[in-house]
């Protein structure tokens, strides 16, 4: 008995290591990853002032600050209702519930996504008038209600990569990919002439790019983590976590951007 109790000790501690060892692997790498990120995006903002101005850069961080804000609806809260179920049953190899949690997840983001794009495509010129009092925004917000979906998806695997432990996907899509893109595409433009239209553009370019590599990326996990058995659906189980979150991550993100929108 007393060596059993000792294997199942020595077990457990390497269980403990392994997952310590995996927390500070991906705190590293998101830490790493989080500071160049900020590096390409404060170089793409310097070049946007000096090329648009402070008047159109306003009206670009505007349209940034609505993708933002709408977003946390898009990834349903973040997706922390989604790593919380997704983590649990990948670790106790529940796959069909795995395989369900991840189609329902993916599916009601893509929904979200286009119902919200929609709303935007078509509301832009109202909120241009009415709540930002300059229809010069009705183009900008055009364009990224155009890119909304394709920013989603790329989104999508960055909860979906903390539910495996998949850490660097989060750095590769949003620190390196997106931003780098962002930039090219958006140089590319300003060289032929363009100007916000072609900021805007940028965004929807590198948000076409990233979504491509998510996709890539959500095949790769859903492939090496599941098998052809039938799918077991947590609807339920993921909505009730999900809402309260997503208002109290809503509420956060549009106080923490108001000043920007108003």
Known sequence: KNIDSEKGALISGKKTNNLLKAIARGGSIIFIGSIIGK???FIFSVCLIRVLGASLYGLYSIGISVIDIVTNIGLLGDGKGFIRFAASFYHDRDIPRLKGMMQVYIFICLLLSFIISIALFLGAGYLS????HNLALTGVLKIFALSFP???FSLIVIPVGYAFQRMQYKVIIQELTQPIINIIAVIIIFILGGRLYGAAAGFFISSVFAAVLGFYFLK??????????K???EIKKLISYSLPLLGIIFCYYLLFRLDRIM
């Open 231 to 233: 799918c077991i659906f």
């Open 39 to 41: 590096f390409f995006r």
């Open 129 to 132: 008038l009415r709540l930002f």
């Open 220 to 229: 790769k996990i859903y492939l090496e983590n599941t098998s052809g058995e």
């Open 150 to 152: 394709f920013y989603i």
